[in-house]
């Protein structure tokens, strides 16, 4: 079974704090992804990773940054946290698209609390 | 640019019926592929079933099936004899078949409670 594991389950960090989510894949899958879900907007890209050391921008990279700086592991830093990026954080990793299996395997998410 | 449109936030169907869920998209691509998400209170986010564009026959999968209208860009999802344990948030996602990215865009979602 594929396993996606996230850093922490739940956190709360204070405004201006630095701020790591970790996310960690055992499938030797070459895509990794960083999302925030929030309620009434689905789940929305932050950023992506299709190699080591290779990213690139999602639909709402604003305020955050992203480290790949091996195959299993895609880190989401929040560089000066804010109450707007109080969400549900979700890491998903997957192989590429046309090699027989385009699923994307989901973390168990990551529940940010900023004061 | 692509969307996914899943307008009915919240659904509620009795144990044993059958419920069926929405979701329109729009895109200008050719080949692409959908899928519908399953993700349960508290746990995590799972593939429930896939399509491929380019595939005429609707897939299935046990008590979930969908219809997919490539001409109308609907999707919808089918679950019978509906259990407890499909009470979820349920989203729609689509994916270009182009590039190596497989990113996906998602729908609002839908939750959906089976009630006893």
């Known amino acids: 079974d594929v396993k996606v594991t996230q850093s922490s389950r739940y956190l709360v960090k204070r405004t201006g704090e630095k701020v790591f989510l970790e996310c960690v894949q055992d499938?030797?899958?070459?895509?990794m992804f960083w999302y925030r879900q929030d309620p009434g907007l689905g789940l929305r890209l932050i950023y992506f990773?299709?190699?080591?050391?290779?990213?690139e921008k999602g639909d709402i990279p604003e305020g955050y940054s992203v480290s790949r700086e091996k195959k299993e592991r895609f880190s989401l830093i929040l560089e000066s946290a804010s109450t707007n990026q109080t969400s549900m954080y979700l890491c998903?990793?997957?192989?590429?698209?046309?090699?027989?299996?385009?699923?994307?395997?989901f973390g168990p998410g990551t529940r940010l609390l900023v004061l | 640019a692509q969307t996914v449109t899943q307008s009915q936030p919240e659904m509620s169907v009795q144990e044993a019926e059958t419920v069926t869920l929405s979701c329109t998209y729009d895109?200008?691509?050719?080949?692409?592929?959908l899928f519908w998400y399953k993700q349960p209170p508290s746990r995590q986010m799972i593939l429930v079933i896939r399509?491929?564009?380019?595939?005429?026959q609707n897939a299935t999968e046990n008590r979930f099936s969908v219809n997919f209208q490539k001409a109308a860009k609907s999707f919808s999802l089918k679950i019978s004899d509906s259990q407890l344990g499909d009470t979820a948030m349920y989203f729609c996602?689509?994916?270009?078949?182009?590039?190596?990215?497989?990113?996906?865009?998602f729908g609002q979602g839908t939750t959906l409670q089976v009630k006893p």
């Open positions: 998903a990793s997957s192989s590429p698209p046309g090699l027989g299996d385009e699923t994307q395997y």
């Open positions: 499938m030797d899958h070459e895509n």
């Open positions: 990773s299709y190699d080591v050391k290779m990213k």
């Open positions: 895109t200008s691509e050719n080949n692409y592929y």
């Open positions: 399509q491929e564009a380019y595939k005429q």
């Open positions: 996602a689509f994916m270009k078949h182009a590039g190596n990215t497989g990113k996906l865009i």
